[in-house]
C-alpha cells in the first residue's frame, strides 16, 4: 500500500506549487518509504509514496495510460488485475508497467466510471481525467483503505490521511468537530463522510466522488453491502462449509501474491489460525506468523498461537505487551490513528506491526471481517436472545437466557446478577427500532460523554448521526430477520470507520506494513451475503459454517474454541504528570474540549497500587480523554514541527516520479 494526495485548485488560482505536493508526501512518509512523485498539470496536483510489493523496480507512480489524458495517484492492491489485464491487452491496450494500478487507468478508458465495480481488492485512488478536467476519489468496497478530502475557499484537497490534507497550507488551522467526538464516544469509531476535524470529509466505503475543476460534485456509492438470505443458493450446513471453504483458500492464494514475502497476524483464535493454516498451504516455503503475548495471563492467548505455528510449520515471532506499555507509545498511535480512542486494542497491534518490519516483511494477511460477515460478535448473541426474550418479556425463564452471554467476562459470577439481567432488559420490547441491536451498547457509552466539556457536548447535540444512517439503509431493510440487520449496522458503523482503520490500516501502515483481508475478499463475502441466518448462526453457535470448515483442518480445540473478544490491560499511571495533564483538560482553536472536574472524580475511582478503573466503561472514558488530549496536541502545536521533520527525511531523497505538464513546465525527473 501507499500514500496518496493531491489538489485541485479553485478557478483562478493558479498552478498547484511542487513544494506544497511535497510537504503532503512528507506527511504519508511512512505510508510509502521507498519513494514518492509528483505531478501536476494548469488544473491539479497530485503526490504519491510508495511501497513496493508488487513490481518493485517498476510501476512508480502517479502514472497514465497511452494517451496521457488519465493519471492517477492510487493506494491498495487489486487482487483481479492479472486477470483484469488480459481482458484489456486483448481490447488493444498497451501497458508500461507490470503492477497493478495500471489496470485502473486503462479500465477507466474503457468503461468510464462503471470501472470501479470491476475491481475486486482494496484501494483508495484519486483518478484525473484530463480531458474532462475530472477528478475522482474511489474508496474499496468495505473502506478498507483510508481516503479523506476537504473543500476550502473553493479549493478541494485530498489525503490518504488528515495530517497530509493540513500539510497543504490550504487550511486554517485543525479544530477538532463536536458531532465527530460525540461518535466515537457513543460507538466507538466513525461513520464516513464524518470525521473528528471540522471541515474534513471522508469518502464512504464502496464510493466513488467526482470533482470538476468548476467546483461540482457528485458521489456514487456503487457497491453496498446487502444480504439476500432468501435468495436460491446454500440450504446445509455442510454445503455452506464447502463453499465458505473453497472462496475463502481461494481468497489467501490471491493475497498472497506479491513479489516480497507475505506473513500471518496469528492471535489463536478460529480466523486467524484458519488463514493461517491456508497461507501455509499455499506456500512454497515456511510463512512466518506474529503473535502478540501478554504477561497479564487473563488476556493471554501465547500457547494458542504457538499450538498453530507448530502444527502449519511457521516461524513464529512474538512481541510481548504490558498495560505500562500504553504510554510509551500512545503519542504515536493516536498521531497514526488520527481520532480519540475507546479500546486499548491498537497499543498492542502497533507494536505487532513494528515486529513485523524490523523482521523484514512489509505484508501480512489478517483475520478481521470474519465476524461480521459470519456473525462471531458476542452483539449477534445479544440481539438474539433480547428479541426472543422480548416475545415475553415477563418469562424469567428466558431472561436467565442472558447468563450464556459474554463467557469472556472475567468475573463469571456478574453474569448471574440481577445487574446483568437488568442491563439487557433495558429497552427490551423496541424490536421495531431500527438499530435495535445496538441500543443499549451506545447508550451505556453515551455515559463516557461526561468527560467532554459541556459546550463540547451542547455543540455535539445540534448533529443527527442517526438519522444520516437511516438514510443509508438498504432497500428491503425491514424485512430482515434481527440477525441480518445486526450484522450491516456493525460492519456499516464499526468495521470500517474503527476495526479496518484504528486495528487495521492505520497502525500497520505506521510501520509501512501492509494488511491483507481474505474474509473481505468478494468470494467470501458472496457465500457469507447469501446464507440464511439459520446457517449463520444456528441458536448461538457463532460462525457455524467457518468451524465446520476449520473441524477436519485445525485441532478441534482451536475450530470450537468460544470467541474471545481481542482487548488489552489500562492502567492509570498514578502519581505521574499524565493524570494532572488530563485533569487540567485540553484545548484546541481556543476550543476547551475536555471537563475537568469529571476527569478528576474518575481518576479518583482508580485502584490506589494499580491504577485499575473498576470498570470497562471508566476505562473507555479516562481513554476517550486521554486520547483528545493527546490529539489536541499533536494536530495543535506540535503539527507543524512533525510536518516540517517529515519534509527533511523527503528533502534528503529525489522524487522516483516528477512530471510537470503545466504551462510552467519544469523539466522532467526519469522514471529511476
Same mark, same amino acid.
Not at 476535524?197 to 466505503?205: C, I, K, M, P, S
Not at 512454497?284 to 493471554?300: C, L, M, Q
Given at each position: 500500500?501507499?500514500?496518496?494526495?493531491?489538489?485541485?485548485?479553485?478557478?483562478?488560482?493558479?498552478?498547484?506549487?511542487? *513544494?506544497?505536493?511535497?510537504?503532503?508526501?512528507?506527511?504519508?512518509?511512512?505510508?510509502?518509504?521507498?519513494?514518492?512523485?509528483?505531478?501536476?498539470?494548469?488544473?491539479?496536483?497530485?503526490?504519491?509514496?510508495? @511501497?513496493?510489493?508488487?513490481?518493485?523496480?517498476?510501476?512508480?507512480?502517479?502514472?497514465?495510460?497511452?494517451?496521457?489524458?488519465? /493519471?492517477?495517484?492510487?493506494?491498495?492492491?487489486?487482487?483481479?488485475?492479472?486477470?483484469?489485464?488480459?481482458?484489456?491487452?486483448?481490447?488493444?491496450?498497451?501497458?508500461?508497467?507490470?503492477? *497493478?494500478?495500471?489496470?485502473?487507468?486503462?479500465?477507466?478508458?474503457?468503461?468510464?466510471?462503471?470501472?470501479?465495480?470491476?475491481?475486486?481488492?482494496?484501494?483508495?485512488?484519486?483518478?484525473?481525467?484530463?480531458?474532462?478536467?475530472?477528478?475522482?476519489?474511489?474508496?474499496?468496497?468495505?473502506?478498507?483503505?483510508?481516503?479523506?478530502?476537504?473543500?476550502?475557499?473553493?479549493?478541494?484537497?485530498?489525503?490518504?490521511?488528515?495530517?497530509?490534507?493540513? +500539510?497543504?497550507?490550504?487550511?486554517?488551522?485543525?479544530?477538532?468537530?463536536?458531532?465527530?467526538?460525540?461518535? =466515537?464516544?457513543?460507538?466507538?469509531?466513525?461513520?464516513?463522510?464524518?470525521?473528528?476535524?471540522?471541515?474534513?470529509?471522508?469518502?464512504?466505503?464502496?464510493?466513488?466522488?467526482?470533482?470538476?475543476?468548476?467546483?461540482?460534485?457528485?458521489?456514487?456509492?456503487?457497491?453496498?453491502?446487502?444480504?439476500?438470505?432468501?435468495?436460491?443458493?446454500?440450504?446445509?450446513?455442510?454445503?455452506? +462449509?464447502?463453499?465458505?471453504?473453497?472462496?475463502?483458500?481461494?481468497?489467501?492464494?490471491?493475497?498472497?501474491?506479491?513479489? =516480497?514475502?507475505?506473513?500471518?497476524?496469528?492471535?489463536?483464535?478460529?480466523?486467524?489460525?484458519?488463514?493461517?493454516?491456508?497461507?501455509?498451504?499455499?506456500?512454497?516455503?515456511?510463512?512466518?506468523?506474529?503473535?502478540?503475548?501478554?504477561?497479564?495471563?487473563?488476556?493471554?492467548?501465547?500457547?494458542?498461537?504457538?499450538?498453530?505455528?507448530?502444527?502449519?510449520?511457521?516461524?513464529?515471532?512474538?512481541?510481548?505487551?504490558?498495560?505500562?506499555?500504553?504510554?510509551?507509545?500512545?503519542?504515536?498511535?493516536?498521531?497514526?490513528?488520527?481520532?480519540?480512542?475507546?479500546?486499548?486494542?491498537?497499543?498492542?497491534?502497533?507494536?505487532?506491526?513494528?515486529?513485523?518490519?524490523?523482521?523484514?516483511?512489509?505484508?501480512?494477511?489478517?483475520?478481521?471481517?470474519?465476524?461480521?460477515?459470519?456473525?462471531?460478535?458476542?452483539?449477534?448473541?445479544?440481539?438474539?436472545?433480547?428479541?426472543?426474550?422480548?416475545?415475553?418479556?415477563?418469562?424469567?425463564?428466558?431472561?436467565?437466557?442472558?447468563?450464556?452471554?459474554?463467557?469472556?467476562?472475567?468475573?463469571?459470577?456478574?453474569?448471574?446478577?440481577?445487574?446483568?439481567?437488568?442491563?439487557?432488559?433495558?429497552?427490551?420490547?423496541?424490536?421495531?427500532?431500527?438499530?435495535?441491536?445496538?441500543?443499549?451498547?451506545?447508550?451505556?457509552?453515551?455515559?463516557?460523554?461526561?468527560?467532554?466539556?459541556?459546550?463540547?457536548?451542547?455543540?455535539?447535540?445540534?448533529?443527527?448521526?442517526?438519522?444520516?444512517?437511516?438514510?443509508?439503509?438498504?432497500?428491503?431493510?425491514?424485512?430482515?430477520?434481527?440477525?441480518?440487520?445486526?450484522? /450491516?449496522?456493525?460492519?456499516?458503523?464499526?468495521?470500517?470507520?474503527?476495526?479496518?482503520?484504528?486495528?487495521?490500516?492505520?497502525?500497520?501502515?505506521?510501520?509501512? =506494513?501492509?494488511?491483507?483481508?481474505?474474509?473481505?475478499?468478494?468470494?467470501?463475502?458472496?457465500?457469507?451475503?447469501?446464507?440464511?441466518?439459520? @446457517?449463520?448462526?444456528?441458536?448461538?453457535?457463532?460462525?457455524?459454517?467457518?468451524?465446520?470448515?476449520?473441524?477436519?483442518?485445525?485441532?478441534?480445540? =482451536?475450530?470450537?474454541?468460544?470467541?474471545?473478544?481481542?482487548?488489552?490491560?489500562?492502567?492509570?499511571?498514578?502519581?505521574?504528570?499524565?493524570?494532572?495533564?488530563?485533569? *487540567?483538560?485540553?484545548?484546541?482553536?481556543?476550543?476547551?474540549?475536555?471537563?475537568?472536574?469529571?476527569?478528576?472524580?474518575?481518576?479518583?475511582?482508580?485502584? +490506589?497500587?494499580?491504577?485499575?478503573?473498576?470498570?470497562?466503561?471508566?476505562?473507555?472514558?479516562?481513554?476517550?480523554?486521554?486520547?483528545?488530549?493527546?490529539?489536541?496536541?499533536?494536530?495543535?502545536?506540535?503539527?507543524?514541527?512533525?510536518?516540517?521533520?517529515?519534509?527533511?527525511?523527503?528533502?534528503?531523497?529525489?522524487?522516483?516520479?516528477?512530471?510537470?505538464?503545466?504551462?510552467?513546465?519544469?523539466?522532467?525527473?526519469?522514471?529511476?
Amino acid at each position: 500500500m501507499c500514500g496518496i494526495a493531491g489538489v485541485l485548485p479553485g478557478q483562478g488560482s493558479g498552478l498547484v506549487d511542487f *513544494d506544497v505536493l511535497r510537504s503532503m508526501a512528507a506527511a504519508l512518509r511512512h505510508r510509502g518509504p521507498d519513494g514518492y512523485g509528483l505531478y501536476r498539470d494548469n488544473h491539479v496536483g497530485l503526490a504519491h509514496t510508495r @511501497l513496493s510489493l508488487i513490481d518493485p523496480s517498476g510501476s512508480f507512480q502517479p502514472l497514465t495510460g497511452e494517451g496521457e489524458t488519465v /493519471w492517477l495517484t492510487f493506494n491498495g492492491e487489486i487482487f483481479n488485475f492479472r486477470e483484469l489485464r488480459r481482458r484489456l491487452l486483448a481490447q488493444g491496450h498497451r501497458f508500461r508497467t507490470n503492477g *497493478d494500478g495500471e489496470v485502473v487507468v486503462h479500465l477507466y478508458e474503457e468503461l468510464g466510471a462503471r470501472a470501479w465495480r470491476e475491481l475486486e481488492g482494496q484501494f483508495a485512488f484519486a483518478l484525473w481525467d484530463r480531458r474532462r478536467r475530472w477528478l475522482w476519489l474511489v474508496r474499496d468496497r468495505f473502506g478498507i483503505l483510508p481516503l479523506h478530502y476537504s473543500r476550502h475557499r473553493g479549493h478541494l484537497v485530498f489525503g490518504s490521511e488528515v495530517k497530509a490534507i493540513f +500539510a497543504s497550507g490550504f487550511l486554517p488551522p485543525p479544530e477538532l468537530d463536536p458531532g465527530g467526538l460525540a461518535e =466515537v464516544f457513543v460507538r466507538w469509531s466513525l461513520s464516513a463522510p464524518q470525521t473528528v476535524f471540522a471541515g474534513v470529509q471522508a469518502v464512504h466505503a464502496g464510493t466513488a466522488m467526482c470533482f470538476d475543476a468548476a467546483g461540482g460534485v457528485r458521489e456514487e456509492r456503487y457497491w453496498q453491502l446487502r444480504f439476500e438470505p432468501d435468495q436460491p443458493g446454500v440450504r446445509s450446513l455442510s454445503d455452506a +462449509a464447502e463453499e465458505l471453504g473453497d472462496a475463502l483458500d481461494s481468497a489467501v492464494v490471491d493475497r498472497m501474491r506479491a513479489d =516480497v514475502p507475505v506473513g500471518v497476524y496469528l492471535s489463536g483464535g478460529l480466523d486467524s489460525s484458519m488463514i493461517a493454516l491456508l497461507a501455509a498451504r499455499s506456500s512454497d516455503s515456511p510463512i512466518d506468523t506474529f503473535g502478540i503475548t501478554f504477561r497479564d495471563e487473563r488476556y493471554d492467548e501465547a500457547a494458542q498461537q504457538r499450538e498453530v505455528a507448530a502444527l502449519i510449520g511457521g516461524r513464529h515471532h512474538e512481541v510481548e505487551y504490558d498495560a505500562a506499555d500504553l504510554w510509551d507509545v500512545l503519542h504515536e498511535v493516536v498521531w497514526h490513528t488520527e481520532m480519540p480512542l475507546m479500546r486499548t486494542a491498537p497499543i498492542p497491534l502497533f507494536l505487532l506491526a513494528r515486529l513485523v518490519r524490523g523482521s523484514g516483511l512489509s505484508a501480512v494477511l489478517t483475520g478481521e471481517g470474519a465476524d461480521e460477515l459470519l456473525a462471531g460478535y458476542g452483539i449477534f448473541k445479544e440481539d438474539k436472545v433480547r428479541r426472543f426474550w422480548a416475545r415475553q418479556p415477563g418469562s424469567a425463564i428466558r431472561g436467565r437466557l442472558t447468563h450464556r452471554l459474554h463467557p469472556e467476562v472475567f468475573a463469571d459470577e456478574a453474569r448471574h446478577t440481577e445487574m446483568w439481567r437488568s442491563f439487557f432488559a433495558t429497552d427490551l420490547t423496541r424490536t421495531d427500532h431500527p438499530f435495535y441491536s445496538h441500543l443499549i451498547r451506545w447508550q451505556n457509552n453515551a455515559w463516557c460523554l461526561r468527560v467532554l466539556h459541556p459546550e463540547v457536548r451542547r455543540a455535539a447535540q445540534l448533529s443527527v448521526p442517526d438519522s444520516a444512517l437511516v438514510d443509508r439503509l438498504p432497500k428491503g431493510w425491514f424485512e430482515w430477520d434481527g440477525l441480518t440487520r445486526a450484522q /450491516w449496522l456493525e460492519a456499516e458503523t464499526f468495521l470500517s470507520g474503527y476495526l479496518l482503520s484504528c486495528q487495521g490500516d492505520r497502525i500497520a501502515m505506521a510501520h509501512g =506494513v501492509e494488511a491483507r483481508y481474505p474474509f473481505l475478499a468478494a468470494g467470501v463475502v458472496e457465500v457469507c451475503r447469501r446464507l440464511p441466518a439459520a @446457517l449463520r448462526m444456528p441458536g448461538l453457535w457463532d460462525k457455524a459454517a467457518l468451524r465446520m470448515f476449520a473441524a477436519s483442518r485445525l485441532p478441534r480445540s =482451536v475450530a470450537m474454541r468460544r470467541k474471545r473478544p481481542y482487548r488489552a490491560p489500562f492502567a492509570m499511571p498514578l502519581g505521574t504528570p499524565s493524570v494532572e495533564m488530563i485533569a *487540567d483538560g485540553a484545548t484546541m482553536a481556543g476550543q476547551e474540549l475536555l471537563n475537568s472536574h469529571a476527569l478528576t472524580r474518575l481518576a479518583a475511582r482508580a485502584d +490506589a497500587r494499580h491504577g485499575i478503573l473498576p470498570s470497562e466503561r471508566e476505562v473507555m472514558a479516562m481513554l476517550g480523554a486521554v486520547t483528545v488530549r493527546l490529539l489536541a496536541e499533536l494536530f495543535g502545536p506540535q503539527l507543524s514541527g512533525r510536518i516540517a521533520a517529515a519534509r527533511r527525511q523527503l528533502d534528503a531523497s529525489r522524487p522516483a516520479v516528477f512530471l510537470d505538464r503545466s504551462d510552467a513546465r519544469e523539466p522532467d525527473v526519469p522514471v529511476t
